[in-house]
């Protein structure tokens, strides 16, 4: 199988460098001449046009940014190629109105982390894939994300979670590290023991299991030091800004 990839951005080139390995071929097509020499030097083919990356192609990927996806869309004659689509907000009845309703589509939400081989990706199956087809995409994807199958009316909900979700935890870790300088440490080591303490406490909540707030009970000794940081993070209303940066984040999937 043989993989084309509109856009070589963020994600483009993420999943592109994820999923090589189990495509015989894996080609780029990038308006950005920078892009497309990032590309090439990657070890990609590269695509002159939209044309000859179908005609090299029997799955392609979506990666541009919302705005530009009519411009990538219309009038592509996909054929009896399979698009799968990672743009925010993009449903599969805008995306059959694009491409005509007898096509075959995945309509995705991956994150970051599939540059390491630890991402999450939602899907959704469209019409028409034959089951070969789907298992070819499960079997290639999983080996760089967690693969959830959803509803697709939760996908902005998934988008927010855990599409955006990784700007979210850097944004945790970024605190946590300047906190850290604040106590006296430098940058790169407050940055490091964040990172360690946050990789362990995702280990250990994943492999023993429990609600995080038994977690927190277990380490907030009674009277103890840490009882004095969590009141802060209540009085404050850290759990409520966390749930409405989620909903404002969700809301703008439906807007794009
Ligand atoms: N960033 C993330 O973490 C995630 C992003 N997504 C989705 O992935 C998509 C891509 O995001 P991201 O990778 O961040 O975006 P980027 O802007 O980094 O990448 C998009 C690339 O596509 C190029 N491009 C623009 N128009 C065309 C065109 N007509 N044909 C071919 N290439 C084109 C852009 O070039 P130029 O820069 O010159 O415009 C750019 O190189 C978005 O739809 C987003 O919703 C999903 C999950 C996570
Ligand atoms: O911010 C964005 O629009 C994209 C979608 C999910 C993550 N990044």
Not at 88 to 104: I, M, P, S
Not at 157 to 165: C, D, P, R, W
Not at 198 to 222: F, R
Request: charged share 25%; net charge neutral; hydrophobic share 45%.
């Amino acid at each position: 199988m043989r993989l084309g990839v509109i856009g070589f951005g963020n994600m483009g080139s993420a999943i592109a460098r994820a999923v090589k390995k189990h495509f015989s071929d894996v080609i780029v097509y990038d308006v950005s001449q920078e892009k497309s020499m990032k590309a090439l030097e990657e070890g990609f083919g590269v695509a002159k046009d939209l044309k000859f990356m179908l005609a090299n192609s029997d799955f392609v990927l979506l990666a541009v940014k919302p705005k530009d996806v009519p411009s990538v869309l219309t009038d592509l004659d996909l054929g009896d190629r399979v698009l799968i689509s990672i743009v925010a907000g993009l449903t599969l009845d805008r995306l059959y109105q694009l491409v005509g309703h007898d096509k075959k589509i995945i309509r995705t939400m991956p994150n970051i982390n599939v540059l390491v081989g630890k991402g999450v990706m939602a899907y959704v199956f469209g019409e028409n894939l034959t089951e070969y087809e789907k298992e070819f995409f499960l079997k290639s994807f999983s080996s760089c994300a967690s693969l959830y199958p959803i509803e697709e009316g939760m996908m902005d909900s998934f988008t927010a979670i855990a599409g955006s979700g990784p700007a979210f935890v850097f944004k945790f870790i970024s605190a946590l590290s300047l906190a850290g300088v604040r106590e006296g440490f430098s940058y790169e080591l407050a940055k490091s023991i964040v990172i360690d303490t946050i990789l362990g406490s995702c280990e250990l909540l994943k492999s023993m299991g429990g609600h995080p707030e038994e977690w927190i009970a277990k380490v907030a000794s009674p009277a103890g030091i840490t009882i004095e940081g969590i009141k802060v993070l209540e009085e404050r209303g850290f759990s409520g800004i966390v749930m409405e940066c989620i909903e404002k984040t969700s809301q703008k999937a439906k807007r794009l």
